[in-house]
């Protein structure tokens, strides 16, 4: 029965995608020597090791809305989710290196790209959580199937400035903000109704008019 052991080797932007996607190079061992594995339907749970490095006093203001004050993170700082993933391995023996494209988002409502936007420098303790099915060839040359042990995992360091590339990439000197409908069709009705250009223009008049608000 396969016994697999992987490893991240290193990560890239997808330059040509209908969405933001990085690439992770995973290395796979078979344990097992000379056995064939037909396939593998593995999924990967990605998870951000957020106390494995230090942050700047920037970061740290960015960072508030995930984590509170930093005089409170040594109870909130803690590891959380960043995304799920499924792919197919392909037939190989021994080991194998494949790429496993990771979707991203650029919608500030997700926990993920709240983190990675907070971010100046530096790297993402990243933790690969592996799980799934590995369909092989036994002794006797029957198909079988085997799952992959819950503890199989692996570490990685992304570095801040591959996701940097990847929203400017796809998203260039532009954010992406999500509402819900009826908050746009206010926000529609006073730009038509002022006859603004474009949503920057609405979004800068309105907040133009809260500063003033504020100053008197």
């Given at each position: ?36 594995v037909n396939s593998v339907s ?157 949503w920057e223009r609405t979004l ?13």
């Amino acid at each position: 029965m396969p016994d697999l052991d992987f490893v991240v080797e290193s990560a890239e932007v997808l330059e040509y995608a209908a969405v933001p996607t990085i690439l992770f190079r995973l290395g796979i061992e078979n344990a097992v020597e000379g056995e064939e594995v037909n396939s593998v339907s593995l999924h990967s749970q990605i998870r951000i090791a957020a106390t494995q490095r230090r942050y700047e006093p920037e970061e740290q203001v960015k960072l508030r809305e995930l984590f509170g004050e930093p005089h409170q993170w040594k109870a909130t700082l803690r590891s959380t989710l960043w995304t799920n993933t499924n792919t197919i391995v392909p037939r190989f023996s021994g080991s194998t290196v494949f790429d496993m494209p990771v979707t991203c988002t650029y919608d500030f409502d997700v926990v993920g790209t709240k983190y990675f936007s907070a971010l100046e420098d530096g790297e993402v303790p990243l933790e690969f959580l592996f799980s799934g099915t590995v369909f092989y060839r036994g002794a006797t040359g029957a198909l079988q199937v085997a799952l992959i042990s819950w503890e199989k995992e692996a570490k990685f360091r992304l570095p801040v400035q591959v996701w940097r590339e990847m929203m400017d990439h796809y998203f260039p000197n532009s954010a992406w903000l999500r509402v819900r409908k009826d908050t746009f069709d206010r926000l529609y009705e006073y730009r038509t109704r002022n006859t603004l250009l474009n949503w920057e223009r609405t979004l800068e008049s309105l907040l133009n008019a809260a500063e003033k608000e504020v100053e008197r």
